[in-house]
Every structure is written in C-alpha cells, then in structure tokens.
C-alpha cells in the first residue's frame, strides 16, 4: 500500500556495508528456532560471488558493500524502494505525516523475525532508539536524534514525534543501515526479518542462507537458498563466473563489462550513481576563497576522467550532483561547472593569483582508478597555473587524514543513501573549515519543507548557490556493474545512487 499524506505530490516524490564467534552464534542458534514449514519454492540454490567476506553484520553500522549486500538479504527495515526508485512498504505497510509534521508508520500484521516473534511497534520503537542513543556508533545516529519521541500507541503503529519538521524521514527509514530487530535481541548477532535467514558460514570464505518460510511477502523468495562466496580479488572473481562457479557477482571491473555484454551467456546490470568528487580545506590559504574553488572547478577534464579511469563506463559531472530523472534536478545548473580553462585563469587572477598557488592533493595508491583521478586532476590543475603535489597513502591512511582535516584538496568517493538532495548533505557539508552559508541554508530548507513543490523550488535554489560557493566539485558519477547468469531471473539494480541496496532484489530472483 502506498504511503497516505497531507500532500499528493510529496506523495509522488517519496514513492521516487561478521565475526566468526557471530557467524557461528548465528548458525548454533538455528536449530533452536521454532519448527517452520518449509517455504513453498523451486528456485533452487543461487550461487553468489561477492567482493568480500563481511566484517559484521551489525545491523546499524556502515561496514561496506559485502556487509550491506548480505544484510540486503537477511535483514528488513520499514520502507525501501522498487526496481524504479519508488519508495515502498516493508514492515511498514501505509505511512502518513500530520500537519505538525511527525509521522505515523503502520505495521504489517503478518511481518515475524527469524526466531518465529512477531513484528511489532515495540520491537521499531527499541532499535530506532539504539540507533539514536548518545554511545551510538550508528550511520544514522544524527538523523534519529532530531525525534523528540519514539512512540507506540498500539502493537502495529509507530509514531515518531519530530523536533522539527522533516520531508524526509521516510528516506531516512529506507536507508540499509536501519533494519529493524527485536526488542532487547543482541545486535551484534542480529535476528532480521528478510527472506533469508543464514544457516551456516565459513569465516572470511563463505556464508549459506536459506529461505525463511514465515517472509511476510506471498510466494517469496522464490530461491531455496544462496551461497555467498567471498572474492576479493576481481579478477578471480570474474574467473569464477566465466568458469560457472557462481551464478551472480557483483563489482564487475570496468575493462571487462564489454566482455560480459558481448559474451552471450550472462547479462550486465549497470547504473551509475557512484558520486567521484573533491573537497577542500578552507581553513586558511587560496582555497579558503571560491573563486578559487571555482577555477579549479572549471579546470577539469571530465570527460577525460571517464575514459581513463572508467573506460568509459562513467558519466561526466560538471554541475551539482543532483540525479537526473528526478524532480529536483535543474537543468540550468548542470554545466556550472564546465569545462573552462580561460574562465579559471581569470578566476585566479580575480583573486589575486594570476601565476597560480601550490597545493596538495589527498588521495591513495591503493585503487588503480583513483589513482588515475588523481594524476589526471593534477595535470589539469598544472594547465592553469596550479601546482599540485600527490600525497597518495593507503585507502585507510587517506581517509584518516581526511577525517583529521589534514589535506589542502581531497578526492574520493561515495554512493549517497538515495536519490533525495538531502542525501547530498555530507558531500556538501564534510569540506574542512569552508564557508558556504547559502548552500547550506538551501539544505536545511528543503530538509524541513513537506510542501513537494516548494521543495523543488528550494532545490533549485541549492545548486545555483553551490556552483557559486563551490563547497565540493563533483567530477563524475562511476557505473557499478553485476554479472548475472542468463539462468537467473528477476534480479535488478534500482536507479542511481539506490543501487547501494541492490540485494532487496533477491527476494524475486529464481533460477532456471
């Protein structure tokens, strides 16, 4: 059932990352489990060639793509979206925001977790407040902390009570890092609710999921079970579906997607919503003035980017990087950042700089493609006179110094937590020490608008702030790609930046 609000079109919109004591918690348990009949399906065993091996599968915790992917699989929250972007129910089955702006989510009534008990509000209502608490290490801990109280009325509804008013708390419910488990249950070995539930694993190699009988959607999951098998490397990863050893993998290599679209057994699922970007320390220095950040905006070959980086399979971003396809996106801002190497020389000589600055530039050596950005970046950088030096650790060496504050210009990346601008926040936010008070007054706006329309006009308001206050530089959005067997049906990769929650999907793949 759709969500029912005061507001059609905000209607419209919001429908647009494990132990082995843990794991083996997990599978020593499963025998003690109420005896359930067994799911009606004849989709046979899927075989999984996944990127890593999951260092947890805490449920509220962002621990990266193998994490998520299996938590995609075996844990539920209340909202999540469709193959198109739409936002829908999961637990929760009809959701609605009062004219004070607090929310009311209403319970499926069939919905029970893995050991058999129930779904209930009391079971939502604990584990959005470990999420909230103040020794949380939750992904989503500051967003839980602008609700004033959790409550529930009623064994089925939950209502939260909003310290302000937000549009996009049903995001917020959809995001993987909020699934919900049972009361006073030990997150560290969490019992979900999804359409697997795993049954035995093999640290740092394998995890078996099988199907949960009592999944609260008819007829799913239409697969019997799936072997997850872990292989970091991509090339024996690829090996390993080209051999038939796996069904599915994930994280295809660019170089290769042509080869896996040409191959004639498999089909590529593609979409790009990987954000490339770069922010900046505007703590002091030439980097503390827009203009600035502006010339160097203008100075970069995007499209150079995406074919030595990606081969390709990337598309090039001069502009805020708000999704295109959705209502907020304002054409007129796209190309604010293009490519304009005369444009950048005057920026600097307006501010004082015309034979240029020295700087440094933050990256790793530990990813061949960012590694490429990086060498690219700084000979654009040298073409308009400025002159950048590599500092280029390994990935957590980077981002340590990026957390610190101890960078001039950083480049990275990141996959926002949907397609709402809102999700942008800490791309727009997470430069160190650099003023932009227009874009972040946009922000804020949008965030506690619920009119649809007026959140549009807000979001347009935003990027022509940030082209002009330039708080990062987008540089482009990458394609992730799976490689699935022409055996297997059903299986997706939603739109954008959602391909984050890929696995959602697997509760409709079978074989055959």
Same mark, same amino acid.
Not at 69 to 80: E, F, I, P, W, Y
Not at 451 to 454: I, N, P, Y
Not at 501 to 512: A, I, R, Y
């Given at each position: 059932?759709?969500?029912?609000?005061?507001?059609?079109?905000?209607r419209?919109?919001?429908?647009?990352?494990?132990?082995?004591?843990?794991?083996?918690?997990?599978?020593?348990?499963?025998?003690?489990?109420?005896?359930?009949?067994?799911?009606?399906v004849?989709?046979?065993?899927?075989?999984?060639?996944?990127?890593?091996?999951?260092?947890?599968?805490?449920? *509220?915790?962002?621990?990266?793509?193998?994490?998520g992917?299996?938590?995609? +699989?075996?844990?539920?929250?209340?909202?999540?979206y469709?193959?198109?972007?739409?936002?829908?129910?999961?637990?929760?089955?009809?959701?609605?925001?009062?004219? =004070?702006?607090?929310?009311?989510?209403?319970?499926?009534?069939?919905?029970?977790?893995h050991?058999?008990?129930?779904?209930?509000?009391?079971?939502?209502? *604990?584990?959005?407040?470990?999420?909230?608490?103040?020794?949380?290490?939750?992904?989503?801990?500051?967003?839980?902390?602008?609700?004033?109280?959790?409550?529930?009325?009623?064994?089925?509804?939950?209502?939260?009570? +909003?310290?302000?008013?937000?549009?996009?708390?049903?995001?917020?419910?959809?995001?993987?890092?909020?699934?919900?488990?049972?009361?006073?249950s030990?997150?560290?070995?969490?019992?979900?609710?999804?359409?697997?539930?795993? /049954?035995?694993?093999?640290?740092?190699?394998?995890?078996?999921?099988?199907?949960?009988?009592?999944?609260?959607?008819?007829?799913?999951?239409?697969?019997?079970?799936?072997?997850?098998?872990?292989?970091?490397?991509?090339?024996?990863?690829?090996?390993?579906?080209?051999?038939?050893?796996?069904?599915?993998?994930?994280?295809?290599? *660019?170089?290769?997607? =042509?080869?896996?679209?040409?191959?004639?057994?498999?089909?590529?699922?593609?979409?790009?919503?990987?954000?490339?970007?770069?922010?900046?320390?505007?703590?002091?220095?030439?980097?503390?003035?827009?203009?600035?950040?502006?010339?160097?905006?203008?100075?970069?070959?995007?499209?150079?980017?995406?074919?030595a980086?990606?081969?390709?399979?990337a598309?090039?971003?001069?502009?805020?990087?708000?999704?295109?396809?959705?209502?907020?996106?304002?054409?007129?801002?796209?190309?604010?950042?293009?490519?304009?190497?005369?444009?950048?020389?005057?920026?600097?000589?307006?501010?004082?700089?015309?034979?240029?600055?020295?700087?440094?530039?933050?990256?790793?050596?530990?990813?061949?493609?960012?590694?490429?950005?990086?060498?690219? /970046?700084?000979?654009?950088?040298?073409?308009?006179?400025?002159?950048?030096?590599?500092? +280029?650790?390994?990935?957590?060496?980077?981002?340590?110094?990026?957390?610190?504050?101890?960078?001039?210009?950083?480049?990275?990346?990141?996959?926002?937590?949907?397609?709402?601008?809102?999700?942008?926040?800490?791309?727009?936010?997470?430069?160190?020490?650099?003023?932009?008070?227009?874009?972040?007054?946009?922000?804020?706006?949008?965030?506690?608008?619920l009119?649809?329309?007026?959140r549009?006009?807000?979001?347009?308001?935003?990027?022509?702030?940030?082209?002009?206050?330039?708080?990062?530089?987008?540089?482009? *959005?990458?394609?992730?790609?799976?490689?699935?067997?022409?055996?297997?049906?059903?299986?997706?990769?939603?739109?954008?930046?959602?391909?984050r929650?890929?696995?959602?999907?697997?509760?409709?793949?079978?074989?055959?």
């Open positions: 059932m759709q969500s029912k609000t005061n507001n059609s079109h905000y419209e919109q919001t429908q647009m990352d494990i132990t082995r004591r843990r794991l083996i918690a997990a599978a020593i348990a499963t025998p003690f489990l109420p005896t359930l009949a067994r799911a009606n004849a989709g046979g065993r899927l075989r999984y060639g996944l990127s890593g091996y999951p260092p947890t599968l805490e449920p *509220w915790i962002n621990a990266g793509a193998a994490q992917a299996v938590k995609l +699989m075996t844990q539920r929250g209340l909202l999540s469709d193959r198109d972007g739409r936002m829908q129910g999961e637990l929760a089955e009809d959701w609605s925001v009062d004219a =004070d702006g607090h929310w009311t989510f209403r319970l499926r009534p069939n919905a029970r977790f050991n058999g008990a129930a779904v209930t509000s009391a079971d939502v209502v *604990w584990s959005l407040q470990q999420v909230a608490a103040e020794n949380s290490t939750a992904l989503m801990r500051a967003q839980m902390q602008q609700v004033a109280a959790f409550e529930a009325p009623d064994p089925l509804t939950v209502r939260l009570v +909003m310290k302000a008013p937000s549009a996009v708390v049903p995001n917020w419910l959809a995001v993987r890092e909020l699934p919900i488990l049972p009361e006073g030990d997150p560290r070995d969490p019992i979900g609710a999804g359409p697997f539930r795993i /049954v035995a694993s093999e640290r740092g190699t394998s995890i078996d999921l099988e199907a949960f009988a009592d999944y609260y959607k008819p007829d799913m999951p239409r697969l019997s079970a799936i072997r997850v098998v872990a292989y970091p490397d991509e090339n024996l990863r690829y090996a390993a579906f080209e051999a038939g050893d796996v069904d599915v993998i994930d994280f295809v290599p *660019w170089q290769l997607m =042509d080869s896996v679209e040409s191959g004639g057994t498999a089909t590529l699922h593609t979409q790009d919503g990987g954000l490339q970007l770069m922010q900046f320390n505007g703590s002091s220095g030439p980097l503390s003035d827009a203009r600035v950040r502006r010339a160097i905006a203008h100075s970069i070959r995007r499209d150079e980017i995406v074919s980086a990606f081969f390709g399979r598309r090039a971003l001069p502009g805020v990087p708000v999704f295109p396809g959705t209502p907020f996106y304002d054409e007129a801002a796209a190309e604010g950042w293009a490519y304009d190497p005369d444009r950048s020389r005057a920026l600097l000589a307006e501010a004082g700089l015309p034979d240029g600055f020295d700087t440094t530039i933050l990256s790793t050596s530990s990813s061949g493609f960012e590694k490429t950005i990086a060498e690219l /970046v700084q000979q654009h950088l040298a073409q308009v006179g400025i002159r950048a030096t590599l500092n +280029m650790p390994d990935q957590p060496t980077r981002n340590t110094l990026k957390n610190r504050g101890q960078y001039e210009i950083y480049l990275g990346g990141t996959v926002p937590n949907d397609i709402d601008p809102d999700s942008l926040t800490p791309a727009l936010s997470e430069s160190t020490n650099l003023s932009a008070p227009r874009t972040q007054a946009a922000l804020q706006a949008g965030r506690a608008e009119d649809a329309a007026k549009i006009e807000i979001y347009k308001e935003l990027q022509a702030a940030a082209i002009e206050e330039v708080p990062m530089v987008s540089l482009c *959005w990458r394609s992730e790609g799976y490689a699935v067997k022409n055996t297997v049906s059903g299986f997706y990769v939603p739109p954008g930046p959602l391909l929650n890929t696995q959602w999907c697997m509760e409709g793949v079978s074989l055959g």
